[in-house]
């Protein structure tokens, strides 16, 4: 989304937001019925032409292409994949971490009652 200041003008607005389909001849003969001499009339019709032409051209430069959507879909799934793996590897840590936590636990807690219970049959 395009973020533009106040000053904007429609002009603006259309050149950035619409499909540039711009017709010269149609612009020359509104300058012409202006009264804008001849001469300069071409020489703005095609100056705009050529503004316009620019632009789109520019735009086009901008698209993806079906080849750079694949190319990106495949980066993806590259990725999905090393992420996929180092998941799992970190399951396996955690669930190896729990496990050994669990045995710990129980040990301790079966000293700490065997303690206890030498303790009161003294």
Request: hydrophobic share 50%; aromatic share 8%; proline share 2%.
């Amino acid at each position: 989304m395009f973020i533009l200041p106040l000053t904007t003008s429609l002009f603006a607005l259309t050149f950035l937001y619409m499909e540039s389909v711009f017709d010269p001849l149609k612009f020359y003969d509104e300058l012409k019925a202006a009264d804008v001499p001849d001469k300069q009339a071409r020489a703005q019709a095609e100056a705009m032409r050529s503004a316009f032409a620019a632009y789109d051209a520019s735009r086009m430069k901008e698209l993806a292409t079906k080849g750079d959507i694949q190319s990106v879909s495949l980066e993806i799934k590259e990725i999905e994949m090393r992420l996929s793996e180092r998941i799992e590897a970190g399951k396996q840590e955690m669930l190896k971490w729990v496990v050994g936590t669990i045995i710990t636990q129980t040990a301790l807690i079966i000293a700490v009652i065997g303690i206890a219970v030498a303790i009161l049959l003294k």
